[in-house]
């Protein structure tokens, strides 16, 4: 049977925490009381912190009894994420929190799948939420007064929660139309590539086409991990340039590593590798002064890869998708990588391309399932996209 978990630190919020769960059981949903304080709860609860605490890799006493509070509130974050993980029966998830429950509670919804609701009242909920919310779909709401005993006006917010998620839950959004899903991603520069490749795809897929501006990266893997897509053109990696050269629109480490998990059909390429965004010039640091830029608009800066970071770039890639043991065809234009990169473009560098090339295709180990081509044109022209298109849809095949 499915269950709403209730979340928060029974501890210094338990009188709220017993409210929310006995006005969504109000309702007549299945509630499941978790606790993810530090010290003794306050209130009866159906998953203690203890049960919680035993989920961190090195045991409770990991989590517990610790006199450091942001150590504890760090371990206890770590133990929920994995025991969250560890539950097949979570129809969505509330938690109430100021600044470490929101931190503890937030750190597990951000590991449950895209669309499973999830709603964090929380102290912290009108400021900048990036940190909590990343790239799931968590819904933060403000909790208005602190959560230090109830009043009128949090019996109020409370209760329009505990309706909120019942709601949500009692009413899962309709199936789709039937279409699996692909993820793409996309950068200005890379713009008529990608929207050739999606044209050609639409009527048998539904294409999400991300912005590869890091969090778009990480929310297409996301989509993939919680098996929500059929396949990834990843056409646009440039967010590994700046994760590598310090740029303002990283990937993290685990670029790609959602294709090794799923072994999803993948088809990738290197567009606008030529280049690491920055913000306004000012912005930029000391090391890259008199390096080759171009001012996308009067917030946004590029900067040019070089010959040697290109090899750095190209061997990244490469370790990393031959950890890969699904279909995956990863395609070389060899006439240009954006916009800006094409003869008499502002970022056209044969050397700099060519060193990337090479490291890309010495660094991805072929087998029978992974290959890397060349082909002599530029990643926007109409038959780089059409070549792409057939990579994708022969190996979805398999």
């Not at 396949?231 to 700046?242: I, K, N, P, R, S």
Request: aromatic share 6%; proline share 6%; glycine share 10%.
């Amino acid at each position: 049977m499915k269950r709403i978990y209730v979340v928060g630190t029974a501890d210094t919020k338990g009188e709220e925490l017993a409210f929310l769960a006995d006005a969504i059981a109000a309702t007549g949903a299945a509630v499941t009381r978790v606790d993810v304080g530090t010290r003794a709860a306050a209130v009866p609860v159906d998953v203690t912190a203890e049960e919680v605490a035993d989920h961190h890799p090195q045991g409770r006493n990991a989590v517990l009894g610790i006199d450091d509070r942001g150590r504890s509130v760090a371990a206890m974050a770590a133990a929920f994420t994995r025991f969250v993980q560890s539950r097949s029966d979570i129809s969505a998830m509330i938690g109430i929190g100021g600044g470490g429950g929101t931190s503890i509670v937030t750190s597990g919804m951000r590991a449950l799948p895209l669309g499973l609701p999830k709603i964090m009242v929380s102290t912290l909920a009108s400021g900048d939420t990036a940190p909590y919310v990343d790239v799931s779909d968590i819904v933060m709401m403000p909790s208005v007064t602190d959560m230090a005993g109830l009043n009128r006006l949090s019996r109020v917010v409370l209760h329009n929660a505990a309706q909120a998620i019942s709601g949500m839950a009692a009413n899962p959004a309709p199936a789709s139309d039937g279409k699996p899903s692909l993820g793409l991603t996309m950068f200005g520069v890379t713009t008529p590539c990608v929207t050739a490749i999606a044209d050609e795809l639409r009527a048998s897929y539904d294409c999400m086409v991300f912005h590869a501006t890091g969090t778009g990266g990480r929310t297409m893997e996301k989509l993939a991990d919680s098996r929500l897509l059929a396949g990834l053109l990843d056409m646009t990696t440039t967010e590994v340039c700046d994760l590598l050269f310090g740029g303002v629109l990283p990937a993290t480490e685990d670029r790609f590593g959602a294709v090794a998990r799923t072994k999803l059909p993948y088809v990738g390429s290197v567009g606008a590798l030529d280049m690491v965004n920055f913000w306004a010039p000012p912005t930029i640091p000391e090391r890259y002064r008199g390096r080759l830029f171009y001012e996308h608009n009067s917030n946004v800066t590029l900067m040019r890869t070089t010959p040697a970071e290109c090899r750095a770039i190209g061997a990244w890639i490469g370790e990393r998708l031959s950890r890969c043991e699904g279909p995956l065809h990863f395609l070389i234009p060899e006439k240009g990588v954006s916009a800006l990169d094409i003869e008499g473009g502002a970022f056209f560098d044969p050397e700099a391309d060519a060193a990337l090339f090479d490291a890309v295709e010495r660094s991805i180990r072929p087998n029978a399932t992974r290959h890397v081509t060349r082909l002599p044109l530029h990643i926007n022209d109409p038959e780089f996209a059409r070549a792409a298109t057939a990579a994708f849809l022969d190996i979805a095949k398999k």
